[in-house]
């Protein structure tokens, strides 16, 4: 929605999980009335397209916002095939079940892929409090790659 001239950048979205059963169900991109309700009209009728109306409404994310987006599966404690650099990672809710020296690792590695001025973003209820780390402190969840 901000970048109404996306199409001439090289935007990309690298969507992972551990999950293939969560994967399979992100790509396939459908969603019911219930877990888009919160997205303004304006943005569902723009992005998405009802695709059945019994017994609840589905929507399905179009094809120009799917083309951006590539699902894969990730261990964040193997070795990961994605080089970077990145201009924004999202790892939200995840670090909360590692502790602190594997948590140090993973935000080391974040840095490593991120591009100069990239940020991060972790969870509500996670922060790099407390884990040794480079990255400059921007907003609760949003830190910055100096």
């Given at each position: ?21 969560v ?14 309700a ?7 009728s ?25 699902f894969a ?11 970077g ?23 080391g ?14 969870g ?12 400059e ?6 830190y910055?790659?100096?």
């Amino acid at each position: 929605q901000h970048l109404p001239d996306l199409k001439s950048w090289d935007a990309k979205i690298l969507a992972t999980d551990l999950s293939t059963r969560v994967l399979a169900r992100a790509k396939e991109g459908t969603y019911g009335a219930r877990q888009v309700a919160t997205v303004p009209g304006l943005l569902l009728s723009k992005h998405f397209t009802c695709v059945q109306t019994k017994p609840e409404r589905q929507y399905r994310v179009n094809d120009s916002l799917r083309r951006l987006v590539r699902f894969a599966r990730l261990n964040l404690m193997e070795s990961w095939p994605m080089r970077g650099p990145f201009d924004v990672i999202f790892c939200r809710n995840v670090m909360i079940y590692f502790d602190k020296p594997t948590q140090s690792q993973l935000i080391g590695r974040f840095w490593d892929l991120l591009a100069p001025g990239g940020m991060l973003f972790v969870g509500h209820s996670e922060s790099l409090a407390g884990v040794k780390h480079q990255f400059e402190y921007v907003q609760p969840t949003v830190y910055r790659k100096g």
